[in-house]
């Protein structure tokens, strides 16, 4: 069966110090990783994604992570983080196998941002 | 907007009574999904619709949970004899007819059993 593990439930970074959020899976294949950002009370925001290709993904607001199977990790990366990045950050996986599309989902890692 | 939009985002309710949540996906996705979020976790998948069909559900779907999705469009998560357990994030996400493809989530339903 498919898992995500987030080890780090929560983490404090000083502003525009780099930043890297640790995502492992297990799933028998290759997946397909997503990273999503939650802000307090809203619903959830695609950062990135990684179906193939490139194992060095790029996203939105300066974001970046990296595949590696051989290390079954997806670690999301910033290199340097600012006030407004401070949310939940979720790993998901989903299987290419799978006919519903449905994602599983890390427990979430809480970033706070001091000044 | 057209992003997924979901009624109410908030509801307050006393244990026993029922509650029904809607959301409106992106007009052209195919595919819609529920998934509830408990405090300090990550998002569980509840069930799923492609069209109007329900293929999937859960075996966190009690049986005082429905789903529907008429004709395809706008789905409807309804709880019935709601329990405290039952206090959580809704959260509504749509996607394209893909195997599997971004999901685009809503701004969820907070439901609060008293």
């Known amino acids: 069966a498919q898992s995500v593990t987030q080890p780090d439930i929560h983490i404090t970074v000083s502003e525009g110090a780099s930043l890297e959020l640790r995502c492992n899976y297990s799933?028998?294949?290759?997946?397909?990783l997503f990273w999503y950002v939650q802000s307090p009370g809203q619903g959830l925001q695609l950062l990135l994604k990684y179906f193939s290709g490139d194992t060095l993904v790029q996203g939105i607001k300066g974001f970046e992570a990296e595949f590696k199977r051989s290390q079954s990790s997806f670690n999301l990366r910033k290199p340097s983080v600012h006030w407004s990045d401070a949310a939940e950050y979720f790993c998901?996986?989903?299987?290419?196998?799978?006919?519903?599309?449905?994602?599983?989902f890390g427990q979430g890692t809480t970033l706070q941002v001091k000044p | 907007d057209t992003g997924v939009s979901q009624d109410p985002r908030h509801k307050i309710t006393k244990r026993g009574q029922n509650v029904t949540f809607r959301c409106d996906p992106i007009s052209e996705h195919n595919r819609l999904y529920w998934y509830r979020q408990t405090l300090g976790q990550g998002p569980e998948f509840l069930t799923y619709?492609?069209?109007?069909?329900?293929?999937?559900k859960s075996r966190l779907l009690s049986d005082r949970f429905s789903a529907e999705r008429p004709k395809g469009s706008f789905s409807t998560l309804e709880i019935q004899r709601t329990e405290q357990g039952d206090s959580a994030m809704y959260l509504c996400?749509?996607?394209?007819?893909?195997?599997?493809?971004?999901?685009?989530f809503g701004p969820g339903t907070r439901l609060t059993v008293l």
């Open positions: 619709f492609q069209n109007e069909a329900q293929l999937e």
């Open positions: 996400a749509s996607s394209l007819l893909i195997v599997v493809d971004t999901q685009y």
């Open positions: 799933y028998g294949a290759t997946p397909y």
């Open positions: 998901a996986v989903g299987a290419p196998s799978s006919n519903t599309g449905k994602l599983i």
